[in-house]
């Protein structure tokens, strides 16, 4: 019989500014694909909550924000509560669906609303992203990998009237975040 993988929520708190911002991480402790808090991560936190005004974008011109590799998504998680004017993609490993299931489990117990199709108007879009994968969802690979990411970026620009209330460029990201982005090939 195969044994479970222990679960624990840990608790950070961050202060930028006159701003608490209490964070709930999900680790899931598996030895095939250990998913705790790394301490990249909360070096990245750390950074983040100290420069939050690099991270905010405006109503009119919201920052497109990509996290890979997120693993707890610890950053990503304490930008989505910090933050209001920012599209968030929260991405890991297509191949192990327990990273992203936890990764959703996470946003819910923080109180974050994840994107379309479930809610078009909500800021977080978790999907799976493989490395070296640069292709566009198929009817074998129905995630695709990152011509199909910055096509759904451009839907969720469409969808938010982004392109033509700015300057951006149609799919632009803003940032580019790693801080649990260890290539480990089959």
Known sequence: MESQPQRACRQFSYKSG????????????????????????????????????????SPDNPKVILELGAGTALPSLLLAKATRDNFLIVTDRPDVPQILANVQEALKENGIQTLYPQDPNARVLVRGLGWGDFTFANEYDKVGGLQQLLKDISCMEQINNLSSSSSRSRGQIDLILGSDVFYNPP
């Not at 402790?29 to 991560?41: K, M, R, T």
Request: net charge negative; glycine share 4%; hydrophobic share 50%.
């Open 18 to 57: 006159q701003l608490d911002i209490p964070v709930k991480v999900l680790e899931l402790l598996d030895p095939d694909f250990g998913l705790y808090v790394w301490p990249s991560a909360l070096v990245l936190a750390e950074y983040i909550a100290h420069r939050l005004d690099m991270f905010n974008g």
